[in-house]
């Protein structure tokens, strides 16, 4: 396989799918030593089942085991950093990774526990977790989701999970697409399987998954997440830190010189599939400054929520969320940083639920 080069396959055998894109990969031979310590990072980012459409299928990550196995690899080690405000070891849990780490005997590595070291990642500092600068060769396993910050959300973005909680934070002080930019230019990406059996077009967190039954394989975590706005419908200058990453030379903007393969193509499967941009039309009813995601995402649910009970219109002023409104005064906020508001909502972060009667309680409204 080539770095201009995505293949990808169709079907609903997520275990069965990886083996096949790896054969055709020779990932063996990309590997190259039996003795390499290698690492599968998934996107655990919260405790929520991959058929909700937020986290890659625990068979992904078994067939990758297996085709390992099966090729005389035996240093293998599954790593993960759930977003703030939710625990790895309840998400290996409830995504079913605690399962399979036993069936297979690989190690589970939180890096929420993990220590790490600060890195000059082309000019920013960043620091990065000890176990997955000890990586010889990395499996990327985004899913193929929206994201109600980014639009979109693949192996670039998939990187943040591989730093501590400190950092997570100062990302999105510091706006997000830069440092998730910057971050990749010390990341491995050695080979990437997107998750696209049933991703949540519109939400990080899921809960809109959308039956999509495909996969595919790159080794440039650029030309992936460029390929993922062709299929999404959003122009790479749309999600600003895949241009960065190309222009910091982490890997080329998908193009007239890519190469997209299919191995497969079932009747009546299209190879685009589109968001209704939806979070585009909830956010103006924000006012997000350095917010995290958890808190953002939480916020974004709620108002969803409150469009499908035709009460978002309700809503006469903008809520505000997030860092950049800690120590200062305002009207209405969510978030133990807007506390300083003459209404505002406890929590790091509140829950969807609490933002939801919150929201209805502030605008006159009841459930």
């Not at 099966?70 to 599954?78: L, P």
């Not at 706006?175 to 998750?195: E, M, Q, S, Y």
């Not at 190309?246 to 009747?267: H, K, Q, W």
């Amino acid at each position: 396989m080539k770095k201009n080069e995505i293949i990808a396959i169709y079907g609903e055998n997520p275990l069965e799918m990886t083996k096949k894109l790896m054969a055709v990969a020779e990932v063996e031979k990309l590997i190259g030593g039996k003795n390499k310590h290698i690492g599968i990072k998934p996107n655990l980012v919260l405790a929520s089942p991959a058929s909700g459409g937020a986290t890659t299928h625990p068979e992904i990550a078994a067939g990758i085991i297996e085709y390992l196995r099966d090729n005389g690899f035996s240093d293998i080690v599954i790593l993960e950093g759930s977003w703030v405000g939710d625990r790895t070891q309840e998400a290996f849990r409830v995504c079913g990774y605690t399962e399979l780490a036993k069936k297979y005997g690989v190690r589970l590595i939180d890096l929420q526990k993990d220590t790490f070291k600060q890195y000059d990642c082309k000019g920013v500092p960043i620091g990065i977790c000890d176990e997955a600068m000890r990586v010889e060769f990395m499996f990327n396993l985004p899913v193929l989701k929206g994201h109600c910050q980014t639009l979109v959300t693949g192996a670039l973005k998939n990187g943040k999970g591989l730093i501590p909680n400190s950092e997570k934070r100062r990302f999105h002080s510091m706006g997000l697409h830069k440092p998730i930019a910057h971050l990749n230019t010390r990341l491995r990406n050695d080979f990437i399987i997107v998750d696209g059996i049933c991703g949540d077009l519109d939400f990080e967190e899921g809960g809109n998954p959308v039956v999509m039954n495909r996969m595919f394989a790159a080794l440039d975590p650029v030309l992936c997440d460029s390929y993922i706005c062709e299929l999404m419908g959003y122009s790479p200058k749309e999600v600003p830190y895949i241009t960065m990453a190309a222009e910091l030379g982490v890997g080329s903007l998908y193009g007239s010189d890519s190469v997209a393969s299919e191995l497969n193509r079932p009747e009546g499967i299209v190879k685009s599939i589109r968001s209704g941009r939806k979070v585009e039309r909830l956010v103006k009813h924000t006012d997000a400054r350095s917010a995290c995601s958890a808190c953002y995402g939480s916020l974004i649910h709620a108002l969803a929520r409150l469009e499908n009970m035709g009460e978002l219109e309700n809503i006469k002023i903008p809520i505000c969320i997030g860092q950049g409104f800690r120590e200062k005064t305002g009207e209405i906020g969510v978030g133990n940083c807007t506390c300083g508001f003459r209404r505002s909502l406890k929590g790091c972060p509140p829950s969807a639920k609490d933002m939801l009667d919150f929201i209805i309680g502030e605008t006159g409204k009841r459930q």
